[in-house]
């Protein structure tokens, strides 16, 4: 089915912004929910967005609620994440993920938890200093 490939992490100083990628290959990802979800040393992963595969309705864990947004490029099976006025406590490993089906189970709350997702990147870092 999918693979993902994530990319645009980097290191950036507190209050920046980095816009993730999220692009994959094996079927058109435009149907399905994508998930991204991040990991920090120390912390479990954490669901931070995802937008589902219906009519675009995105959900957010609270932490990022007005700092960071879900995108599709459709026809290009891409989908980013733009993040803005980072903190460190934003630092950690960035992964997407998307279901084996296109139904409409997935991303349906702002509970965003990784056991709805089956194909996953092998992710980026982001690092965001003091």
């Known amino acids: 089915h999918f693979k993902l490939v994530e990319s645009g992490g980097g290191s950036v100083q507190s209050g920046g912004s980095l816009r993730l990628s999220c692009v994959a290959s094996g079927q058109n990802l435009d149907a399905f929910a994508v998930g991204w979800f991040r990991q920090a040393p120390g912390k479990e992963r954490e669901g931070v967005l995802c937008i589902n595969g219906r009519d675009g309705t995105t959900f957010a864990a609270d932490s990022v609620k007005g700092r960071f947004a879900i995108f599709r490029e459709k026809g290009k099976n891409t989908v980013y994440l733009q993040m803005i006025n980072l903190t460190p406590e934003d630092t950690g490993n960035y992964s997407c993920?998307?279901?084996?089906?296109?139904?409409?189970?997935?991303?349906?709350?702002?509970?965003?938890?990784?056991?709805?997702?089956?194909?996953w990147g092998q992710g980026t870092q982001v690092t965001v200093s003091s």
């Open positions: 993920a998307a279901p084996v089906s296109p139904v409409f189970t997935t991303c349906v709350s702002d509970d965003i938890v990784a056991g709805e997702y089956d194909f």
